[in-house]
């Protein structure tokens, strides 16, 4: 069996993966790392779980022991919580060498992030948006000596969200670099990728990554249930799973912010005790929230898809999906936190009727057909009263909250960014509501 001595690492970076309990590599770490040492631009697409981030981390940390400066390399991620998660495994393997690292995310301080890029940390993770707004604010660092990019979970940075500030951040690089992309899921946006790295790429993509997209240690499910009463399927879902499993974590992904903040105020107050992950969220509550799910301290987090890419959260035994997904790729993402690393785990998908084309859309690109989940009718008859009232009230509470006001903010902030009168715009929606809310008014008296 292959050790990461065969992989032409130095002997510090070894002795690091041995202190880390970590022996063997994974296909995507033996096949990308010793070509991104030898010099190639690479594009590695393998299963959520399998390793991508060492697979870019090691060399590019062996490179730096050889010609340390600040700043080395940058990492891209569409995620602020996958930022983190990304710096701490760089601090883990590098700490031997004194490695500097830093964060560049929203939702935290933009003066304190501009003091860390000042003194030229050898390496800057960051999500593109709050970068670019570094790169147009101030001149007090430079990524024109950069050796190394890395966009990791690539064909969501390429999808088209990101395309005006990752012009802004590719136009401050350097011709000559090394550039290295990683994800799950690329095929949709694989010609995209290939137009910005050279011709000389290495590109690898797991044996399996396009027949079964998700790994046969995952038990996938379903439930089909009506869509007035799937609060109270979920609540009987997790109670199913918890007869044989009294400990393990669970992850529950739905579709919007406030669904998100409903499920979870209306789950506490039932007595699933949970936190809530979502973009509304402070940055250091989104935080403090990961912690005690990743500790075990909570049990449940209920979260959007800012949770469903590359967080590695070992313990993770149920994702259960309270609402399907559009696209099927979102499917792959949020069931890969659970059964990684070879371990077991279980998905459960929530399906009404009007659910059904989605379903199939999501087993065909999986290649796999979910079985259906047991749960006990009669149990939701008599929690039906209790999971509706739980859920009114949860969401009285929350507009009686300033739950709005960010999403305020940054809509104001976009607008001025794009050099637009916020408040005339609000005034056109605000009129837009009007007309709506009359119109619905005279349809319904004819």
């Known amino acids: 069996m292959m050790t990461f001595a065969d992989l032409n ?252 903040q409903v499920l979870s105020m209306m789950l506490n107050d039932v007595g699933f005790k949970n936190v809530a992950l979502h973009a509304m969220i402070k940055q250091k509550d989104r935080l403090a929230a990961l912690t005690q799910f990743k500790s075990n301290h909570i049990k449940i987090l209920i979260a959007t898809d800012v949770a469903a890419r590359g967080l590695d959260i070992p313990t993770v035994e149920l994702v259960v999906n309270h609402i399907i997904p559009n696209v099927p790729k979102e499917y792959i993402h949020r069931v890969g936190r659970t059964a990684r690393a070879g371990k077991g785990g279980m998905a459960v998908t929530l399906i009404t009727p009007s659910d059904i084309k989605l379903l199939h859309a999501v087993e065909d690109a999986i290649g796999t057909k979910l079985t259906e989940y047991k749960v006990n009718d009669k149990e939701i008859i008599t929690i039906l009263t209790q999971i509706s009232v739980a859920k009114r009230e949860a969401e009285m509470k929350l507009d009686e909250t300033d739950f709005y006001e960010k999403r305020m903010i940054n809509k104001r902030k976009k607008l001025i960014l794009e050099g637009k009168d916020p408040d005339k715009i609000e005034e056109i929606l605000e009129k837009k509501k009007r007309y709506k809310s009359k119109k619905k008014d005279i349809d319904k008296n004819e």
Not at 36 to 42: K, L, S
């Open 9 to 260: 690492l130095s002997s510090w970076l070894i002795n690091q993966c041995n202190f880390m309990g970590l022996k063997n590599p994974t296909p995507i770490q033996q096949n990308c790392i010793p070509r991104i040492v030898a010099g190639d631009d690479c594009i590695g697409c393998a299963k959520t779980g399998s390793g991508k981030t060492l697979a870019f981390a090691l060399p590019i940390l062996q490179k730096l022991s050889e010609d340390p400066y600040g700043i080395y390399a940058l990492i891209l991620t569409p995620t602020r919580e996958l930022a983190f998660q990304i710096a701490d495994q760089f601090s883990a393997i590098g700490k031997s060498i004194g490695l500097k690292k830093c964060v560049i995310v929203g939702g935290m301080d933009m003066v304190i992030q501009g003091l860390e890029l000042s003194k030229h940390p050898h390496i800057v993770v960051a999500t593109p948006g709050r970068l670019a707004d570094h790169l147009t604010s101030c001149d007090t660092f430079t990524l024109k000596k950069i050796k190394f990019l890395v966009l990791d979970e690539a064909d969501r940075l390429l999808e088209g969200h990101f395309d005006e500030q990752l012009k802004v951040i590719f136009d401050a690089l350097p011709k000559q670099k090394q550039m290295l992309l990683f994800s799950a899921t690329m095929t949709d946006t694989l010609d995209k990728v290939k137009d910005i790295v050279s011709n000389k790429a290495f590109i690898w993509e797991s044996e399996d990554i396009s027949g079964v997209a998700t790994v046969k240690e995952l038990d996938q499910r379903y439930v089909l249930c009506p869509s007035d009463v799937r609060d109270s399927f979920l609540v009987e879902a997790i109670k199913t799973f918890r007869v044989t499993n009294k400990d393990g974590s669970i992850m529950i992904f739905t579709n919007t912010c406030k669904n998100c």
